[in-house]
Protein backbone atom coordinates (compact mmCIF):
# COMPACT_ATOMS: atom_id res chain seq x y z
CA UNK A 1 0.00 0.00 0.00
CA UNK A 2 1.33 3.50 -0.64
CA UNK A 3 2.52 5.15 2.02
CA UNK A 4 0.26 8.54 1.20
CA UNK A 5 -2.72 6.28 1.10
CA UNK A 6 -1.69 4.83 4.51
CA UNK A 7 -1.23 8.58 5.94
CA UNK A 8 -4.71 9.25 4.56
CA UNK A 9 -6.54 6.40 6.18
CA UNK A 10 -4.85 7.33 9.58
CA UNK A 11 -5.89 10.87 9.34
CA UNK A 12 -9.54 9.44 9.01
CA UNK A 13 -9.38 7.93 12.18
CA UNK A 14 -11.80 8.93 14.78
CA UNK A 15 -10.02 10.46 18.34
CA UNK A 16 -8.93 7.80 21.14
CA UNK A 17 -10.12 8.31 24.62
CA UNK A 18 -7.03 7.83 26.83
CA UNK A 19 -8.04 4.32 28.26
CA UNK A 20 -8.18 3.30 24.46
CA UNK A 21 -4.52 4.94 24.17
CA UNK A 22 -3.05 3.14 27.25
CA UNK A 23 -4.47 -0.23 27.16
CA UNK A 24 -1.85 -1.84 25.22
CA UNK A 25 0.52 -0.53 27.74
CA UNK A 26 -1.74 -1.23 30.59
CA UNK A 27 -1.72 -5.03 28.71
CA UNK A 28 1.95 -5.33 29.08
CA UNK A 29 2.18 -4.30 32.25
CA UNK A 30 -0.40 -7.13 33.26
CA UNK A 31 1.46 -10.26 32.00
CA UNK A 32 5.20 -8.25 33.07
CA UNK A 33 3.68 -8.30 36.35
CA UNK A 34 1.95 -11.64 36.37
CA UNK A 35 5.35 -13.59 34.23
CA UNK A 36 8.16 -11.73 35.68
CA UNK A 37 6.82 -10.98 39.20
CA UNK A 38 4.44 -13.08 40.39
CA UNK A 39 5.07 -16.52 38.95
CA UNK A 40 8.71 -16.44 39.82
CA UNK A 41 8.75 -14.78 43.29
CA UNK A 42 5.37 -15.99 44.60
CA UNK A 43 3.99 -18.68 42.49
CA UNK A 44 8.24 -20.45 42.25
CA UNK A 45 7.27 -21.38 38.48
CA UNK A 46 9.23 -20.19 35.73
CA UNK A 47 9.05 -16.67 34.44
CA UNK A 48 7.62 -15.89 30.96
CA UNK A 49 10.41 -15.53 28.50
CA UNK A 50 10.34 -11.33 27.64
CA UNK A 51 10.48 -12.24 23.78
CA UNK A 52 7.04 -14.18 24.56
CA UNK A 53 5.93 -11.53 26.79
CA UNK A 54 6.28 -8.58 23.78
CA UNK A 55 5.00 -10.98 21.49
CA UNK A 56 1.82 -11.50 23.23
CA UNK A 57 1.50 -7.77 23.85
CA UNK A 58 1.83 -6.92 20.22
CA UNK A 59 -0.80 -9.45 19.28
CA UNK A 60 -3.22 -7.41 21.70
CA UNK A 61 -2.02 -4.05 20.05
CA UNK A 62 -2.49 -4.88 16.72
CA UNK A 63 -5.95 -6.59 17.57
CA UNK A 64 -6.75 -3.99 19.54
CA UNK A 65 -5.93 -1.09 16.55
CA UNK A 66 -7.82 -3.26 13.80
CA UNK A 67 -10.77 -3.23 16.14
CA UNK A 68 -10.63 0.59 15.83
CA UNK A 69 -10.23 0.94 12.50
CA UNK A 70 -6.63 0.82 11.88
CA UNK A 71 -5.76 -1.28 8.50
CA UNK A 72 -3.26 -4.13 8.40
CA UNK A 73 -1.32 -2.16 6.22
CA UNK A 74 -1.01 0.91 8.08
CA UNK A 75 0.05 -0.95 10.77
CA UNK A 76 2.64 -2.66 9.16
CA UNK A 77 3.96 -0.09 7.96
CA UNK A 78 4.66 1.33 11.60
CA UNK A 79 6.38 -1.27 12.96
CA UNK A 80 8.38 -2.18 9.79
CA UNK A 81 9.39 1.64 10.21
CA UNK A 82 10.59 0.91 13.73
CA UNK A 83 12.46 -2.33 12.52
CA UNK A 84 14.05 0.14 9.53
CA UNK A 85 15.59 2.30 11.86
CA UNK A 86 16.95 -0.26 14.43
CA UNK A 87 18.23 -2.75 12.19
CA UNK A 88 21.68 -0.88 12.07
CA UNK A 89 22.16 -1.35 15.66
CA UNK A 90 20.64 -4.92 15.09
CA UNK A 91 24.16 -5.88 12.61
CA UNK A 92 26.39 -4.31 15.33
CA UNK A 93 24.97 -6.84 17.87
CA UNK A 94 25.46 -9.88 15.10
CA UNK A 95 29.22 -7.99 15.02
CA UNK A 96 29.65 -7.99 18.48
CA UNK A 97 29.31 -11.66 18.67
CA UNK A 98 32.04 -12.35 15.91
CA UNK A 99 34.27 -9.77 17.53
CA UNK A 100 34.22 -11.69 20.92
CA UNK A 101 34.23 -14.85 19.46
CA UNK A 102 37.47 -13.40 17.29
CA UNK A 103 39.32 -12.28 20.35
CA UNK A 104 38.71 -15.19 22.28
CA UNK A 105 40.90 -17.55 19.36
CA UNK A 106 43.76 -14.82 18.80
CA UNK A 107 44.40 -14.98 22.22
CA UNK A 108 43.53 -11.34 22.77
CA UNK A 109 40.60 -11.63 26.04
CA UNK A 110 43.18 -14.95 27.33
CA UNK A 111 46.49 -13.09 27.34
CA UNK A 112 44.89 -9.80 29.06
CA UNK A 113 42.47 -12.16 31.96
CA UNK A 114 46.58 -14.08 32.49
CA UNK A 115 47.78 -10.99 33.36
CA UNK A 116 45.10 -9.04 35.04
CA UNK A 117 44.74 -12.56 37.46
CA UNK A 118 48.66 -11.82 38.23
CA UNK A 119 48.12 -8.45 39.44
CA UNK A 120 46.24 -9.43 42.32
CA UNK A 121 48.00 -8.09 45.53
CA UNK A 122 47.55 -8.54 49.47
CA UNK A 123 48.40 -5.08 50.00
CA UNK A 124 45.96 -3.70 47.64
CA UNK A 125 43.37 -6.49 47.06
CA UNK A 126 39.99 -4.11 47.49
CA UNK A 127 41.35 -1.61 44.97
CA UNK A 128 42.61 -4.21 42.76
CA UNK A 129 39.13 -6.14 43.19
CA UNK A 130 37.57 -3.40 41.81
CA UNK A 131 40.17 -2.55 38.40
CA UNK A 132 40.57 -6.21 37.50
CA UNK A 133 37.15 -6.83 36.68
CA UNK A 134 36.97 -3.71 34.89
CA UNK A 135 39.44 -5.18 32.61
CA UNK A 136 37.72 -8.41 31.76
CA UNK A 137 34.11 -6.57 31.93
CA UNK A 138 35.31 -4.21 29.36
CA UNK A 139 37.11 -6.97 27.13
CA UNK A 140 34.42 -9.39 27.14
CA UNK A 141 31.32 -7.46 27.70
CA UNK A 142 29.65 -9.48 30.73
CA UNK A 143 29.77 -8.51 33.91
CA UNK A 144 28.10 -11.79 35.01
CA UNK A 145 30.83 -13.40 33.26
CA UNK A 146 33.10 -11.27 34.68
CA UNK A 147 31.95 -11.97 38.53
CA UNK A 148 31.09 -15.73 37.35
CA UNK A 149 35.36 -16.16 36.51
CA UNK A 150 36.97 -13.25 37.96
CA UNK A 151 35.25 -12.61 40.35
CA UNK A 152 34.92 -15.94 42.03
CA UNK A 153 38.64 -16.14 42.23
CA UNK A 154 39.44 -13.17 43.82
CA UNK A 155 36.89 -13.51 46.57
CA UNK A 156 38.29 -17.14 47.16
CA UNK A 157 41.75 -15.17 47.28
CA UNK A 158 40.22 -12.17 50.10
CA UNK A 159 38.95 -15.27 51.72
CA UNK A 160 42.38 -17.04 52.20
CA UNK A 161 44.37 -13.61 53.31
CA UNK A 162 41.33 -12.91 55.72
CA UNK A 163 39.78 -9.46 53.73
CA UNK A 164 36.69 -8.01 54.66
CA UNK A 165 34.53 -10.21 51.59
CA UNK A 166 31.65 -7.74 52.49
CA UNK A 167 33.74 -4.73 50.98
CA UNK A 168 35.76 -7.38 48.13
CA UNK A 169 32.48 -8.65 46.91
CA UNK A 170 31.18 -5.03 46.52
CA UNK A 171 34.42 -3.96 44.55
CA UNK A 172 33.96 -6.70 42.28
CA UNK A 173 30.48 -6.14 41.42
CA UNK A 174 31.31 -2.68 40.92
CA UNK A 175 34.30 -2.83 39.10
CA UNK A 176 32.09 -5.59 36.76
CA UNK A 177 29.23 -3.41 35.76
CA UNK A 178 31.67 -0.44 35.03
CA UNK A 179 33.54 -2.50 32.76
CA UNK A 180 30.30 -3.63 31.15
CA UNK A 181 29.29 -0.17 30.74
CA UNK A 182 32.51 1.17 28.94
CA UNK A 183 32.20 -2.03 26.94
CA UNK A 184 31.14 -1.67 23.36
CA UNK A 185 30.57 -5.14 23.17
CA UNK A 186 27.77 -5.31 26.22
CA UNK A 187 24.46 -6.15 25.15
CA UNK A 188 23.05 -3.66 27.81
CA UNK A 189 25.13 -1.13 26.30
CA UNK A 190 24.16 -1.51 22.54
CA UNK A 191 20.55 -2.40 23.70
CA UNK A 192 20.42 0.99 25.62
CA UNK A 193 21.30 2.62 22.63
CA UNK A 194 19.15 1.27 20.48
CA UNK A 195 16.58 1.71 22.32
CA UNK A 196 17.05 5.38 22.38
CA UNK A 197 18.35 5.40 19.21
CA UNK A 198 22.09 6.87 19.79
CA UNK A 199 25.38 6.03 18.41
CA UNK A 200 26.79 3.52 20.66
CA UNK A 201 30.19 5.50 21.09
CA UNK A 202 28.27 8.40 21.54
CA UNK A 203 26.39 6.66 24.67
CA UNK A 204 29.50 5.14 26.07
CA UNK A 205 31.09 8.55 26.11
CA UNK A 206 28.32 9.96 27.87
CA UNK A 207 28.10 7.66 30.51
CA UNK A 208 32.05 8.71 31.28
CA UNK A 209 29.86 12.12 32.87
CA UNK A 210 28.30 9.55 35.28
CA UNK A 211 30.50 6.35 35.39
CA UNK A 212 34.21 7.98 35.50
CA UNK A 213 33.80 10.35 38.39
CA UNK A 214 32.27 8.11 40.62
CA UNK A 215 35.29 5.18 39.32
CA UNK A 216 37.70 7.20 40.61
CA UNK A 217 35.73 8.46 43.83
CA UNK A 218 34.88 4.40 44.90
CA UNK A 219 38.48 4.01 43.70
CA UNK A 220 39.92 6.22 46.75
CA UNK A 221 37.90 5.12 48.82
CA UNK A 222 38.59 1.63 48.11
CA UNK A 223 41.90 2.85 48.58
CA UNK A 224 41.04 3.87 52.37
CA UNK A 225 39.61 1.04 52.99
CA UNK A 226 42.31 -1.11 52.49
CA UNK A 227 44.17 0.94 55.32
CA UNK A 228 41.75 0.75 57.57
CA UNK A 229 40.06 -2.86 57.36
CA UNK A 230 43.60 -4.40 55.89
CA UNK A 231 43.72 -8.31 55.50
CA UNK A 232 45.48 -10.81 58.00
CA UNK A 233 47.76 -12.07 55.33
CA UNK A 234 50.35 -10.54 53.06
CA UNK A 235 50.55 -13.51 51.22
CA UNK A 236 49.09 -15.31 48.50
CA UNK A 237 48.91 -19.14 48.59
CA UNK A 238 49.31 -19.95 44.51
CA UNK A 239 47.58 -22.71 44.82
CA UNK A 240 44.29 -20.62 44.97
CA UNK A 241 45.35 -19.55 41.34
CA UNK A 242 48.23 -21.54 39.68
CA UNK A 243 45.78 -23.87 37.95
CA UNK A 244 43.88 -20.77 36.29
CA UNK A 245 46.76 -19.40 34.76
CA UNK A 246 48.35 -22.93 34.11
CA UNK A 247 45.10 -23.74 32.23
CA UNK A 248 44.86 -20.41 29.89
CA UNK A 249 48.93 -20.21 29.33
CA UNK A 250 48.63 -24.05 27.71
CA UNK A 251 45.86 -23.49 25.38
CA UNK A 252 47.17 -20.01 23.97
CA UNK A 253 50.32 -18.49 22.64
CA UNK A 254 51.12 -14.84 24.17
CA UNK A 255 52.56 -11.53 21.89
CA UNK A 256 52.31 -8.20 22.39
CA UNK A 257 50.11 -7.87 18.65
CA UNK A 258 47.19 -9.61 20.24
CA UNK A 259 46.64 -6.05 21.51
CA UNK A 260 45.91 -4.66 17.82
CA UNK A 261 41.88 -5.69 17.85
CA UNK A 262 41.08 -3.70 20.98
CA UNK A 263 43.78 -0.69 19.94
CA UNK A 264 41.50 -0.76 16.56
CA UNK A 265 38.41 -0.19 18.58
CA UNK A 266 39.52 1.87 20.83
CA UNK A 267 40.75 4.23 18.11
CA UNK A 268 37.72 3.90 15.90
CA UNK A 269 35.90 5.21 19.07
CA UNK A 270 38.18 8.44 19.96
CA UNK A 271 37.97 9.07 15.75
CA UNK A 272 34.09 8.95 15.89
CA UNK A 273 34.17 5.81 13.21
CA UNK A 274 31.41 4.19 11.84
CA UNK A 275 30.85 1.68 14.76
CA UNK A 276 29.93 -1.44 12.30
CA UNK A 277 33.22 -1.55 10.33
CA UNK A 278 35.22 -0.94 12.92
CA UNK A 279 34.69 -4.27 15.00
CA UNK A 280 34.61 -5.90 11.60
CA UNK A 281 37.65 -4.38 10.85
CA UNK A 282 39.08 -5.82 14.49
CA UNK A 283 37.50 -8.57 14.08
CA UNK A 284 38.92 -9.52 11.37
CA UNK A 285 42.78 -8.57 12.55
CA UNK A 286 41.94 -10.69 15.53
CA UNK A 287 41.33 -14.05 12.95
CA UNK A 288 44.42 -13.53 10.83
CA UNK A 289 46.22 -13.01 14.08
CA UNK A 290 45.30 -16.27 15.72
CA UNK A 291 46.25 -18.22 12.34
CA UNK A 292 49.67 -16.36 13.04
CA UNK A 293 50.45 -17.17 16.78
CA UNK A 294 47.41 -19.88 18.03
CA UNK A 295 47.70 -23.37 17.18
CA UNK A 296 43.69 -23.23 16.13
CA UNK A 297 43.17 -24.36 12.46
CA UNK A 298 41.10 -22.11 9.66
CA UNK A 299 38.37 -24.45 10.83
CA UNK A 300 38.72 -23.60 14.28
CA UNK A 301 38.40 -20.24 13.26
CA UNK A 302 35.84 -20.43 10.94
CA UNK A 303 33.64 -22.47 13.28
CA UNK A 304 34.53 -19.84 15.83
CA UNK A 305 32.89 -16.78 13.90
CA UNK A 306 29.91 -19.01 13.27
CA UNK A 307 29.22 -21.06 16.68
CA UNK A 308 31.50 -19.42 19.02
CA UNK A 309 35.11 -20.66 20.72
CA UNK A 310 35.29 -23.82 22.66
CA UNK A 311 38.00 -24.57 24.43
CA UNK A 312 38.06 -28.20 23.24
CA UNK A 313 39.29 -26.91 20.29
CA UNK A 314 42.19 -27.13 22.43
CA UNK A 315 42.17 -31.27 22.03
CA UNK A 316 46.14 -30.86 23.74
CA UNK A 317 44.66 -29.55 26.98
CA UNK A 318 42.37 -32.10 28.45
CA UNK A 319 41.93 -30.96 32.01
CA UNK A 320 40.37 -26.98 31.67
CA UNK A 321 38.87 -25.86 34.77
CA UNK A 322 35.09 -25.43 34.46
CA UNK A 323 35.69 -21.75 35.27
CA UNK A 324 37.89 -20.72 32.30
CA UNK A 325 35.16 -22.69 30.10
CA UNK A 326 32.51 -20.30 31.26
CA UNK A 327 34.40 -17.41 30.28
CA UNK A 328 35.94 -18.45 27.17
CA UNK A 329 33.01 -20.49 25.77
CA UNK A 330 31.72 -17.76 23.67
CA UNK A 331 31.12 -15.83 20.78
CA UNK A 332 29.61 -16.33 17.37
CA UNK A 333 26.84 -14.80 15.00
CA UNK A 334 24.70 -16.82 17.60
CA UNK A 335 25.88 -15.12 20.75
CA UNK A 336 23.45 -12.42 21.25
CA UNK A 337 20.89 -14.17 19.50
CA UNK A 338 18.24 -14.21 22.25
CA UNK A 339 19.17 -9.86 22.53
CA UNK A 340 18.30 -9.99 18.78
CA UNK A 341 15.12 -12.01 18.55
CA UNK A 342 14.15 -9.53 22.16
CA UNK A 343 14.76 -6.55 20.21
CA UNK A 344 12.92 -7.04 17.08
CA UNK A 345 9.77 -8.19 19.52
CA UNK A 346 10.17 -5.00 21.27
CA UNK A 347 10.21 -2.73 17.74
CA UNK A 348 7.44 -4.69 16.89
CA UNK A 349 4.98 -4.10 19.77
CA UNK A 350 6.55 -0.25 19.84
CA UNK A 351 6.05 0.49 16.47
CA UNK A 352 2.45 -0.48 16.67
CA UNK A 353 1.81 1.56 19.21
CA UNK A 354 3.33 4.26 17.91
CA UNK A 355 0.44 4.74 15.52
CA UNK A 356 -1.46 6.03 18.79
CA UNK A 357 1.34 7.65 19.97
CA UNK A 358 0.68 5.46 23.18
CA UNK A 359 4.29 6.26 25.43
CA UNK A 360 4.24 10.02 24.79
CA UNK A 361 0.72 10.30 26.01
CA UNK A 362 1.19 8.67 29.15
CA UNK A 363 4.47 10.16 29.59
CA UNK A 364 3.28 13.75 29.16
CA UNK A 365 0.04 12.74 31.02
CA UNK A 366 2.47 11.85 34.49
CA UNK A 367 4.89 14.17 34.06
CA UNK A 368 2.65 17.16 32.00
CA UNK A 369 4.11 19.33 35.44
CA UNK A 370 7.90 18.94 34.56
CA UNK A 371 9.36 22.15 33.02
CA UNK A 372 12.72 21.86 33.17
CA UNK A 373 15.26 19.94 31.52
CA UNK A 374 17.25 18.88 34.64
CA UNK A 375 13.50 17.96 36.42
CA UNK A 376 12.95 15.68 32.63
CA UNK A 377 16.20 13.91 33.51
CA UNK A 378 15.13 12.82 37.22
CA UNK A 379 12.02 11.82 36.12
CA UNK A 380 13.45 9.63 33.58
CA UNK A 381 15.80 8.32 35.83
CA UNK A 382 13.38 6.96 39.06
CA UNK A 383 11.01 5.78 36.14
CA UNK A 384 13.73 3.60 35.54
CA UNK A 385 14.85 2.45 38.69
CA UNK A 386 10.93 1.57 38.90
CA UNK A 387 10.49 -0.28 35.77
CA UNK A 388 13.87 -2.11 36.31
CA UNK A 389 12.89 -2.79 39.88
CA UNK A 390 9.29 -4.57 38.93
CA UNK A 391 10.74 -5.90 35.51
CA UNK A 392 14.19 -7.36 36.79
CA UNK A 393 15.41 -6.90 33.30
CA UNK A 394 17.58 -4.12 32.20
CA UNK A 395 16.79 -4.80 28.02
CA UNK A 396 13.10 -4.29 28.86
CA UNK A 397 13.52 -0.82 30.84
CA UNK A 398 16.15 0.40 28.35
CA UNK A 399 13.22 0.20 25.45
CA UNK A 400 9.98 0.77 27.67
CA UNK A 401 11.62 4.12 29.08
CA UNK A 402 13.45 4.94 25.47
CA UNK A 403 10.68 5.05 24.04
CA UNK A 404 8.13 6.42 26.77
CA UNK A 405 10.64 9.58 27.44
CA UNK A 406 12.88 9.88 23.76
CA UNK A 407 10.02 12.43 22.23
CA UNK A 408 9.62 14.28 25.42
CA UNK A 409 13.28 14.38 25.12
CA UNK A 410 13.18 15.91 21.55
CA UNK A 411 10.60 18.75 22.19
CA UNK A 412 12.97 19.88 25.42
CA UNK A 413 15.88 20.60 23.86
CA UNK A 414 18.16 17.47 25.85
CA UNK A 415 20.29 15.05 23.93
CA UNK A 416 19.02 11.63 24.02
CA UNK A 417 22.45 11.04 24.81
CA UNK A 418 21.03 11.71 28.27
CA UNK A 419 18.07 9.12 28.37
CA UNK A 420 20.35 6.56 27.50
CA UNK A 421 23.14 7.16 30.08
CA UNK A 422 20.06 7.47 32.39
CA UNK A 423 18.89 4.47 31.67
CA UNK A 424 22.19 2.76 33.02
CA UNK A 425 22.60 5.03 35.77
CA UNK A 426 19.19 4.13 37.16
CA UNK A 427 19.31 0.93 35.41
CA UNK A 428 21.98 -1.46 34.96
CA UNK A 429 24.19 0.39 37.86
CA UNK A 430 21.02 -0.33 40.18
CA UNK A 431 20.61 -3.38 39.80
CA UNK A 432 22.36 -4.97 42.23
CA UNK A 433 21.26 -2.72 44.69
CA UNK A 434 17.56 -4.01 44.91
CA UNK A 435 17.36 -7.33 47.35
CA UNK A 436 15.05 -8.95 44.89
CA UNK A 437 16.36 -8.58 41.73
CA UNK A 438 17.78 -11.57 39.54
CA UNK A 439 21.26 -9.63 39.12
CA UNK A 440 21.60 -9.72 43.14
CA UNK A 441 20.32 -13.29 43.36
CA UNK A 442 22.61 -14.52 40.77
CA UNK A 443 25.62 -12.04 42.92
CA UNK A 444 24.76 -13.43 46.18
CA UNK A 445 25.03 -17.36 44.69
CA UNK A 446 28.03 -16.96 42.84
CA UNK A 447 30.46 -14.97 45.18
CA UNK A 448 28.76 -16.83 48.50
CA UNK A 449 28.70 -13.44 50.08
CA UNK A 450 24.82 -12.09 51.89
CA UNK A 451 22.88 -8.74 50.08
CA UNK A 452 23.10 -7.30 53.88
CA UNK A 453 27.34 -7.86 53.62
CA UNK A 454 27.99 -6.02 49.93
CA UNK A 455 24.98 -3.89 49.75
CA UNK A 456 26.30 -0.90 51.53
CA UNK A 457 30.59 -1.76 50.12
CA UNK A 458 29.13 -1.33 46.15
CA UNK A 459 30.58 2.18 45.98
CA UNK A 460 30.21 3.04 42.22
CA UNK A 461 26.62 1.88 42.42
CA UNK A 462 25.78 4.12 45.11
CA UNK A 463 27.84 7.21 44.44
CA UNK A 464 26.44 7.07 40.87
CA UNK A 465 23.04 7.58 42.07
CA UNK A 466 23.83 10.89 43.66
CA UNK A 467 26.28 11.57 40.72
CA UNK A 468 23.49 11.30 38.41
CA UNK A 469 20.72 13.82 39.66
CA UNK A 470 23.59 15.62 40.74
CA UNK A 471 24.62 16.34 37.08
CA UNK A 472 21.23 16.92 36.05
CA UNK A 473 20.47 20.03 38.57
CA UNK A 474 24.06 21.70 37.51
CA UNK A 475 23.72 20.74 33.72
CA UNK A 476 27.17 19.90 33.50
CA UNK A 477 27.99 17.11 30.89
CA UNK A 478 23.82 17.16 30.17
CA UNK A 479 24.43 18.62 26.26
CA UNK A 480 21.91 21.52 27.23
CA UNK A 481 23.50 23.49 24.26
CA UNK A 482 23.99 20.81 22.03
CA UNK A 483 21.58 20.55 19.15
CA UNK A 484 19.11 17.78 18.85
Given at each position: QHPDLIQMNTSKKPDLSFFQIILPVLFLGIIIIYGLVIRPIFLEQPAFPLEIVFLLASVFAIAQLMMLGFGWEEIQHSFIQKLARGFPAILILFAIGIIIGTWMVSGTIPMMIYYGIRLISPSYIYVLAFFIPIIFSTLTGTSWG?????????????????ANLGITAGAIVGGAFFGDKLSPLSDTTNIAAIATEVDLYDHIRSMMFTTFPSALIATAIYFILGLLYPPASSEIDSQQIAPTLNAIASIFNFNGLLLIPPVIVLVGSIRKMATLPTLLISSLSA??????????????????IHKGFDTNMAFWNSATPEGIKVLFNRGGLYELNEAIIFSIMVFIFIGTIDLIDAMPTIVNR?????????????????????????TSNQSATSFIIGDAFGKRYDQSGVSRKVLSRSIEDYGTMFESLIPWHATTIFLTTTLGVSYGEYW?????????????????????????????
Open positions: SIGTIGVVIIGVAAVIEAILALIFQPFTISDIMTTIFGFIKSKSSLIISSLFATAFTNGIHWQLLSLINLVMAPTLAILGKGCYYTEKT
